[in-house]
């Protein structure tokens, strides 16, 4: 090619620099990119409609494996959407609790996302130390819960875990990670390779940022003042002077830096949570009640990625519509203008620094027809001579 | 959490909606009933506000995605959920079809 002519690239569904299945047409003119356009859906498990018939309890489960990077997010906000459906209240140390968990799994997000940002740019030294400060994060959640990935820590009204008696390890890894982090900061904060393939490359400006209406780590630093946690405060976030970590550039080595200072800001909020909690060992959790009239509820919590909502509906205690809007869903629609004039080189750096979940995107299966045996095998491209 | 609640009618809905442009929009859910649909659009704000109109099944319904872009998405999921008709293209966002 030479200038000459413009073609389309599929960059996926299955690529080594994505981490997780996604379709991005890119319109090529030789290694610029004239405009990328997305296509999701190859993760899709039918989440809401498997939720429906199912005991408020039974939900918790279901709804924490849409995720495997935000499952106490997903989990806490559902609950706490039940929670309000019913009309119950919780136990400060309960909110305490969940609030514990929530910030361990910020930081365990973000660090994932930077591991990867840094492996996409082969940089795959920081990457590995980086998820080594995440695996301590995980240890910590195998101590906490007994398990590393899917914790389920959330009850209706209660929660599987205490951190009575754990106080101090928690400080003192919290103390550790934020050495650790600080360590590698120091890196990628001044090395200039890092700096020259990072900066001024996917720019997203505050006006455009207003404009998409997006939200989380990506909308603050693009210079929003955009944090559920301050904005509609749930738990017990309100107790806690908490300030939310604004860049305003926007670009991808802002996104990075911004992500790095709330892992700082996490530990330190954890710090001053498990001092706060009260030392008594918690109430054996009482049975849920049964919702047999119909009531919904909402609730809005913010995820590692940003604004995670829920809008749950039960009757004769079971869920008859439960609808949920990840932060994905919210500010996917960047990522092309983002596309747009970029290199193709640029592209994996790009779409790994606005840390997309397509797990959480793609919840919804839309059953058109039943497969047989020779179609199913037609749409995986197999062959056959029957 | 504040939640507010209030009822529309379809025609009143495009006037209601674009009174709300300046704010977020969080999501619309939709929850079919026996012989209509129960379509909610959820804004941000101080509290949340929540939109509630009833649509019969083959009723149509106003895309409001040119006031408010990121209304698109959300209607374009219910379309091929619900199948009720925003007037969007008939393209699949989330595909599972064999052709």
Same mark, same amino acid.
């Given at each position: 090619m030479?200038?000459?002519e413009e073609y389309v690239l599929p960059f996926g569904p299955q690529h080594p620099a994505l981490s997780e299945p996604v379709l991005l047409k890119l319109k090529m003119?030789? =290694?610029?990119v004239?405009?990328g356009a997305a296509e999701f859906g190859y993760m899709h498990r039918g989440i809401e409609k498997m939720l429906e018939g199912?005991?408020?309890?039974?939900?918790?489960?279901i709804?924490?494996r849409i995720c495997g990077?935000?499952?106490?997010?997903?989990?806490?906000?559902? &609950?706490?959407?039940?929670?309000?459906?019913?009309?119950?209240?919780?136990?400060?140390?309960?909110?305490?609790?969940?609030?514990?968990?929530?910030?361990?799994?910020?930081?365990?997000?973000?660090?994932?996302?930077?591991?990867?940002?840094? @492996?996409?740019? !082969?940089?795959?030294?920081?990457?590995?130390?980086?998820?080594?400060?995440?695996?301590?994060?995980?240890?910590?959640?195998?101590?906490?819960?007994?398990?590393?990935?899917?914790?389920?820590?959330?009850?209706?009204?209660?929660?599987?875990?205490?951190?009575?008696?754990?106080?101090?390890?928690?400080?003192?890894?919290?103390?550790?990670?934020?050495? %650790?982090?600080?360590?590698?900061?120091?890196?990628?904060?001044?090395?200039?390779?890092?700096?020259?393939?990072?900066?001024?490359?996917?720019?997203?400006?505050?006006?455009?940022?207003?404009?998409? @209406?997006?939200? !989380?780590?990506?909308?603050?630093?693009?210079?929003? @003042?955009?944090?559920?946690?301050?904005?509609?405060?749930?738990?017990?976030?309100?107790?806690?002077?908490?300030?939310?970590?604004?860049?305003?550039?926007?670009?991808?080595?802002?996104?990075?830096?911004?992500?790095?200072?709330?892992?700082?800001?996490?530990?330190?909020?954890?710090?001053?949570?498990?001092?706060?909690?009260?030392?008594?060992?918690?109430?054996?959790?009482?049975?849920?009640?049964?919702?047999?009239?119909?009531?919904? %509820?909402?609730?809005?919590?913010?995820?590692?990625?940003?604004?995670?909502?829920?809008?749950? =509906?039960?009757?004769?205690?079971?869920?008859?519509?439960?609808?949920?809007?990840?932060? &994905?869903?919210?500010?996917i629609?960047?990522?092309?203008?983002?596309? &747009?004039?970029?290199?193709l %080189?640029?592209v994996p750096?790009?779409v790994?620094?606005?840390?997309p979940c397509f797990a959480c995107l793609d919840r919804v299966m839309i059953e058109n027809k039943i497969l047989n045996k020779n179609e199913f095998k037609k749409m995986c491209g197999v062959h056959t001579h029957d | 959490?504040?939640?507010?609640?209030?009822?529309?009618?379809?025609?009143?809905?495009?006037?209601?909606?674009?009174?709300?442009?300046?704010?977020?929009?969080?999501?619309?859910?939709?929850?079919?009933?026996?012989?209509?649909?129960?379509?909610?659009?959820?804004?941000?704000?101080?509290?949340?506000?929540?939109?509630?109109?009833?649509?019969?099944?083959?009723?149509?319904?106003?895309?409001?995605?040119?006031?408010?872009?990121?209304?698109?998405?959300?209607?374009q999921d219910?379309q091929e959920q619900y199948n009720?008709?925003?007037?969007l293209p008939k393209k699949r966002l989330f595909k599972a079809e064999v052709e």
């Amino acid at each position: 090619m030479h200038g000459e002519e413009e073609y389309v690239l599929p960059f996926g569904p299955q690529h080594p620099a994505l981490s997780e299945p996604v379709l991005l047409k890119l319109k090529m003119d030789g =290694e610029k990119v004239i405009s990328g356009a997305a296509e999701f859906g190859y993760m899709h498990r039918g989440i809401e409609k498997m939720l429906e018939g199912k005991t408020p309890e039974k939900g918790i489960m279901i709804c924490e494996r849409i995720c495997g990077i935000c499952p106490v997010s997903h989990s806490t906000c559902y &609950t706490m959407a039940v929670e309000n459906a019913a009309n119950e209240k919780i136990e400060d140390k309960i909110a305490y609790e969940r609030m514990i968990l929530a910030e361990l799994e910020r930081m365990h997000s973000h660090l994932v996302c930077i591991g990867l940002q840094m @492996h996409d740019m !082969g940089f795959d030294t920081l990457f590995m130390f980086l998820w080594r400060e995440r695996e301590r994060i995980l240890d910590i959640f195998e101590k906490l819960t007994g398990g590393r990935v899917q914790h389920s820590s959330n009850r209706i009204s209660s929660v599987n875990f205490d951190i009575y008696g754990v106080e101090n390890y928690l400080i003192e890894e919290m103390d550790k990670l934020k050495k %650790g982090v600080a360590k590698y900061k120091k890196e990628y904060a001044v090395n200039e390779i890092l700096k020259e393939r990072t900066k001024n490359i996917g720019v997203i400006t505050k006006k455009e940022a207003e404009k998409f @209406h997006l939200v !989380g780590p990506i909308a603050r630093a693009s210079g929003m @003042h955009q944090d559920i946690r301050i904005d509609d405060p749930y738990l017990k976030y309100e107790e806690f002077d908490y300030s939310p970590i604004i860049f305003d550039k926007g670009d991808v080595y802002e996104r990075t830096m911004q992500r790095t200072e709330e892992i700082f800001a996490s530990a330190d909020l954890i710090k001053k949570i498990v001092n706060k909690t009260p030392k008594v060992a918690i109430v054996p959790s009482k049975i849920c009640k049964m919702i047999n009239e119909r009531c919904q %509820g909402i609730q809005r919590v913010e995820a590692p990625r940003g604004e995670l909502f829920y809008f749950v =509906e039960i009757e004769n205690n079971q869920i008859k519509r439960c609808r949920m809007r990840p932060p &994905t869903y919210a500010y996917i629609r960047i990522l092309e203008p983002l596309l &747009t004039d970029c290199k193709l %080189g640029d592209v994996p750096m790009i779409v790994s620094s606005i840390d997309p979940c397509f797990a959480c995107l793609d919840r919804v299966m839309i059953e058109n027809k039943i497969l047989n045996k020779n179609e199913f095998k037609k749409m995986c491209g197999v062959h056959t001579h029957d | 959490m504040m939640i507010e609640t209030s009822d529309v009618s379809v025609n009143d809905l495009e006037g209601e909606l674009t009174k709300r442009v300046s704010k977020r929009l969080i999501t619309i859910t939709c929850i079919e009933r026996n012989d209509f649909f129960e379509v909610i659009y959820h804004f941000d704000g101080k509290n949340i506000e929540n939109l509630k109109v009833m649509v019969k099944k083959d009723q149509k319904m106003p895309d409001i995605s040119k006031k408010i872009p990121e209304a698109k998405i959300y209607e374009q999921d219910i379309q091929e959920q619900y199948n009720i008709d925003f007037g969007l293209p008939k393209k699949r966002l989330f595909k599972a079809e064999v052709e």
